[in-house]
């Protein structure tokens, strides 16, 4: 299973909390595509992609500022992490 979510810093922290759960994914593949279209739609606001950390499939996560490249005061960044399950018994 992988866990897809974000972590917000700067300006962003006033008005909401500062991690939110955007989904559980089977598959790598999957939760790429969903954190594709989060993008796409935030590009829409006015956020861009950092220069250096912007590859989903090599690093698992990506960095967003708001207007322009290295808006330490409002940025955030959508995380992909592979969670090891342990099924239980009975």
């Not at 999957?30 to 956020?47: N, V």
């Not at 808006?71 to 992490?81: D, K, L, P």
């Amino acid at each position: 299973m992988y866990l897809l979510y974000e972590s917000l810093y700067g300006e962003l922290l006033a008005d909401c909390d500062s991690t939110n759960i955007i989904g559980l994914y089977e598959s790598k593949e999957s939760a790429i595509k969903k954190a594709l279209e989060l993008i796409e739609e935030d590009k829409e606001y006015g956020y861009i992609l950092d220069d250096e950390r912007n590859n989903l499939l090599e690093d698992s996560y990506v960095r967003l500022f708001r207007d322009w490249q290295e808006n330490w005061n409002c940025y955030y960044e959508i995380i992909i992490q592979k969670l090891d399950l342990i099924k239980g018994g009975d």
